[in-house]
Nanobody
Framework: VQLQASGGGLVQAGGSLKLSCAVSGRTVSGYAMAWFRQAPAEEREFVATIRRRTDTTYYADSVKGRFTISRDNAKNTVYLRMNSLKPEDTAIYYC???????????????????WGQGTLVTVSS
């Protein structure tokens, strides 16, 4: 499975961006997909996930109500719509894929076997 993230950029606080993660090699519907982010000098942290089979979504508390994860099976792509962006959302955003049906570790990096290269989001104040 290969993942290609795109859509990052520079945006003012309060603005919006939509990230895309194109999946190749397998169909996106066969995986739980997630977005993580890593700010400078910080650990990579969970942002959002959409689980396989049920499409149940989970979000980090810090983005709940502002970010929306979705998938388009026809385009084999996962999206992260980010609204009301804040300077603290500045980070490199990574998409990840997991073949697991188990939802208990959805927030853990260890649950995801495949990673994209990351796309930089910068939010100015």
């Amino acid at each position: 499975v290969q993942l290609q993230a795109s859509g990052g950029g520079l945006v003012q606080a309060g603005g919006s961006l939509k990230l895309s993660c194109a999946v190749s090699g397998r169909t996106v519907s066969g995986y739980a997909m997630a977005w993580f982010r890593q700010a400078p000098a910080e650990e990579r942290e969970f942002v959002a996930t959409i689980r396989r089979r049920t499409d149940t979504t989970y979000y980090a508390d810090s983005v709940k109500g502002r970010f929306t994860i979705s998938r388009d099976n026809a385009k084999n792509t996962v999206y992260l719509r980010m609204n009301s962006l804040k300077p603290e959302d500045t980070a490199i955003y990574y998409c990840a894929a997991s073949p697991s049906y188990y939802n208990g570790n959805y927030y853990s990096r260890n649950d995801y076997a495949y990673w994209g290269q990351g796309t930089l989001v910068t939010v100015s104040s």
